[in-house]
C-alpha cells in the first residue's frame, strides 16, 4: 500500500475488495484550501485500505498521507508538519513509541471509557499514515498493525 508492507492483520479480519486513492490538497498548516488548488495550495496524494469483519463491517482502516512536493524543498517540512498537527489535533496522546516506518503516537479523542483509540505515525519519508478502528478494537491489536507496517 502506497510504498508500505502491510505485516499485521487481526485474524478473521479481511482486505475489503475496495481501496481508495485521491489527493487532498491543504495548505502549508493543514488546513483544508479547498479545490482548484491556489498559490497556497499543496497537493498530498491519500491512499487508504480498509479491513473488514466477515460480517462486512468495518475494523480497522489505514490511510497513507503523501506530500506531493520532493522532501528536499523546504515546502516539505512545513507541509509535512502542518499534516501531522491536522490529525493530532484535539487528541490524547496515550503513547508515543517507535515502528518500522517512523514515530507512533496512539490516541484517543477523549478520557472516557467508551472512547476509540487510533495511531498516528510520523513516518520517516515524511508520510503521515493513520491507523484508525471501530470502537471495539482495543489498542494492542491497533498497535500491532503499527508495528507490523514496514516500508517496502
Same mark, same amino acid.
Given at each position: 500500500?502506497?510504498?508500505?508492507?502491510?505485516?499485521?492483520?487481526?485474524?478473521?479480519?479481511?482486505?475489503?475488495?475496495?481501496?481508495?486513492?485521491?489527493?487532498?490538497?491543504?495548505?502549508?498548516?493543514?488546513?483544508?484550501?479547498?479545490?482548484?488548488?491556489?498559490?497556497?495550495?499543496?497537493?498530498? /496524494?491519500?491512499?487508504? #485500505?480498509?479491513?473488514?469483519?466477515? *460480517?462486512? +463491517?468495518?475494523? !480497522?482502516? &489505514?490511510?497513507?498521507?503523501?506530500?506531493?512536493?520532493?522532501?528536499?524543498?523546504?515546502?516539505?517540512?512545513?507541509?509535512?508538519?502542518?499534516?501531522?498537527?491536522?490529525?493530532?489535533?484535539?487528541?490524547?496522546?496515550?503513547?508515543?513509541?517507535?515502528?518500522?516506518?517512523?514515530? /507512533?503516537?496512539?490516541? #484517543?479523542?477523549?478520557?472516557?471509557? *467508551?472512547? +476509540?483509540?487510533? !495511531?498516528? &505515525?510520523?513516518?520517516?519519508?515524511?508520510?503521515?499514515?493513520?491507523?484508525?478502528?471501530?470502537?471495539?478494537?482495543?489498542?494492542?491489536?491497533?498497535?500491532?498493525?503499527?508495528?507490523?507496517?514496514?516500508?517496502?
Amino acid at each position: 500500500m502506497d510504498r508500505f508492507l502491510i505485516g499485521y492483520i487481526p485474524a478473521g479480519v479481511r482486505m475489503a475488495e475496495q481501496g481508495s486513492n485521491s489527493t487532498l490538497i491543504i495548505r502549508s498548516d493543514g488546513t483544508d484550501a479547498g479545490t482548484p488548488s491556489g498559490p497556497q495550495g499543496l497537493n498530498v /496524494a491519500v491512499s487508504m #485500505r480498509r479491513f473488514e469483519q466477515a *460480517n462486512g +463491517g468495518s475494523y !480497522v482502516w &489505514i490511510t497513507v498521507f503523501r506530500p506531493s512536493t520532493p522532501p528536499s524543498q523546504p515546502v516539505a517540512a512545513t507541509t509535512f508538519n502542518g499534516l501531522l498537527n491536522r490529525h493530532l489535533a484535539g487528541a490524547i496522546i496515550v503513547e508515543q513509541f517507535d515502528v518500522p516506518t517512523g514515530k /507512533a503516537r496512539l490516541t #484517543r479523542t477523549s478520557t472516557a471509557d *467508551n472512547a +476509540g483509540y487510533g !495511531v498516528v &505515525i510520523a513516518g520517516t519519508d515524511r508520510t503521515v499514515i493513520t491507523i484508525e478502528a471501530n470502537l471495539r478494537v482495543p489498542a494492542d491489536v491497533l498497535k500491532a498493525v503499527a508495528t507490523g507496517l514496514t516500508p517496502a
